[in-house]
Structures are given as C-alpha cells and as structure tokens.
C-alpha cells in the first residue's frame, strides 16, 4: 500500500494497493512483469476479484477517514461479473462504499461499449470513488472525462517527473490542475521523488500527492498505526 496525502495539510487520505508476488524462486515480483501476462491467459478475474476482496478487508480495519484505492484491468469491465464483485468485496469486508475508489486507466473506455459505460454508472451509484489512473498519456482523455462519472484525475508520473526538466510540463501539469478543479474532481500527482515537485504542486494547489518522496509502497500489517502525520507538507 502506498500512502496518498493531502498535500496543504500531509495527512494521509488513503493508500493505493499495489499487487506485489513473492515468487518462491525468482524473488518478488512488480506487477509488470506479471500482470500482462495474467491478462493474456485468462487469470486476471480471479486475480483482481482476490486484490479486491483482500485489500478492502484490510482497509476496514484502518481509521475511517483513510480511503483505498484499488486498480482495475480493463478486462475486468468486460466480465459482467464485476458489479457483483465489487458489491460482494464490500459486503464481506464491511467497508463502506465511500472508502473505495477504482483506478482505471483509459484503455477500459477505448471500445465506447454502452456497457462499460452502464458498469461504471452502478459502480458510482454505489458510492465507490472512480479515478482515472495516468492521465494524460491515453488519446481521447477529454471527452471521457465529460462522458463517464470520474471523482479523481491521477496525473501521470511522467509529467511530474519531467517538472523543471522538460519546459511545458508545468503548463501540462497546472492546466490538469485547473481541469480537474473546474470540473469538482480531486486531482492527485504521482511520482512525486523531489522536494521542489512537492512545493511546486501544492502551491499551485493540486489536492493529492503520491510517491517515493512521501513514502513507496509496504505491506499492509508494516502500515503506521493511528493517524498518523508525515512531515513533508
Ligand atoms: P499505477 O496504478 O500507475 O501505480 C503507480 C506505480 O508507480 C506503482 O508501480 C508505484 O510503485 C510507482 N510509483 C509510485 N511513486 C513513484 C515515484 O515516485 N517514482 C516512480 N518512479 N514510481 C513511483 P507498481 O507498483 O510497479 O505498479 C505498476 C502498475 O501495475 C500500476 O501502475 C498499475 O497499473 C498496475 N497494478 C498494480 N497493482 C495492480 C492490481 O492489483 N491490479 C491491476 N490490474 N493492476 C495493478
Ligand atoms: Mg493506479
Ligand atoms: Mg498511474
């Protein structure tokens, strides 16, 4: 779980569940060098119907305030089952819906299915946030924002860490900012490594904040008791 911050304050507002394998031989794995693969043969159901239901039941467990977020395959909203899913994970964990928010990236609405767009409708009804996960590198990324009941716009890492490297991602990433404002979305920055990215962005006032400055990824039972601080705003 990697923590999201609130970046005026440094409190943590919740944490992104990031699926780790420890493989017996070869060590631990990223979810890059497996997830692709779970998608090609057909195991990413059970995969992502397994983070969801694991990851909510050890969210219930933490202060109320502090929310998950959990990421979804774009071949899970191709399985009708997902509702059903999403519905159960809650029900067996007793996290309210409020807590969960789905990342999805933008190649889940690529195919402009009346069903996807039906699935992300009852999800949302439920009360489960819907972030749009690496915003910014996808195509069409405007008009799905319009079209579909997005809460959150994740900005991608690349444009954060190209901030005071590459000249046009601070307007890139300012403009993102004032979209998301203007349309009643939080707005979280991933990738946050240096000290002047994080004073840039919350001085422009982007709302979230995520990255290996403010803390990596850790198992669930190394997370930090109670409400806890993190001195970096
Ligand atoms: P993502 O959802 O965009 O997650 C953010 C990735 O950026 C994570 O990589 C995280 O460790 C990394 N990251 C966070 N802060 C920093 C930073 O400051 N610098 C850099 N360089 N990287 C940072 P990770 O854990 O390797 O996950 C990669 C991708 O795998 C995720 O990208 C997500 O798309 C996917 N993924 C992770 N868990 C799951 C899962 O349970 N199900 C599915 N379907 N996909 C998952
Ligand atoms: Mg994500
Ligand atoms: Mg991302």
Redesign the pocket.
């Given at each position: 779980y990697?923590p999201l911050i609130d970046l005026a304050t440094g409190g943590v507002e919740g944490y992104?569940?990031?699926?780790r394998w420890n493989h017996p031989e070869r060590g631990p794995l990223?979810?890059?060098s497996f997830?692709p693969l779970a998608e090609e043969i057909g195991l990413?159901d059970v995969?992502?119907q397994y983070?969801l239901q694991f990851a909510c039941r050890e969210a219930a467990t933490w202060p109320r305030h502090v929310k998950l977020a959990?990421?979804?395959?774009p071949l899970?909203f191709r399985n009708g089952n997902l509702l059903n899913i999403v519905v159960q994970a809650l029900a067996m964990s007793g996290l309210e819906p409020a807590r969960l928010e789905l990342?999805i990236?933008e190649a889940v609405l690529m195919d402009r299915s009346a069903q996807v767009a039906t699935l992300l409708d009852n999800i949302r009804a439920l009360g489960v946030g819907i972030s749009m996960?690496?915003f910014g590198t996808g195509y069409s990324s405007l008009s799905y924002l319009m079209n579909y009941p997005f809460t959150k716009i994740?900005i991608d890492?690349s444009f954060i860490?190209g901030l005071g490297r590459e000249p046009n991602s601070k307007a890139v990433v300012s403009a993102i900012i004032g979209l998301g404002r203007s349309l009643g979305m939080t707005v979280t920055a991933?990738?946050?490594?240096m000290p002047e990215h994080l004073d840039y962005l919350r001085d422009i006032g982007c709302g979230q904040g995520?990255?290996?400055?403010i803390g990596?990824?850790i198992p669930g039972d190394q997370l930090p008791q109670e409400d806890e601080r993190r001195n970096v705003a």
């Open positions: 990697q992104e569940a990031l699926l990223y979810p890059d997830i990413i995969i992502g983070v959990v990421n979804a395959s899970q990342e990236t996960d690496d994740k890492k860490m991933e990738g946050i490594e995520q990255g290996y400055l990596r990824a």
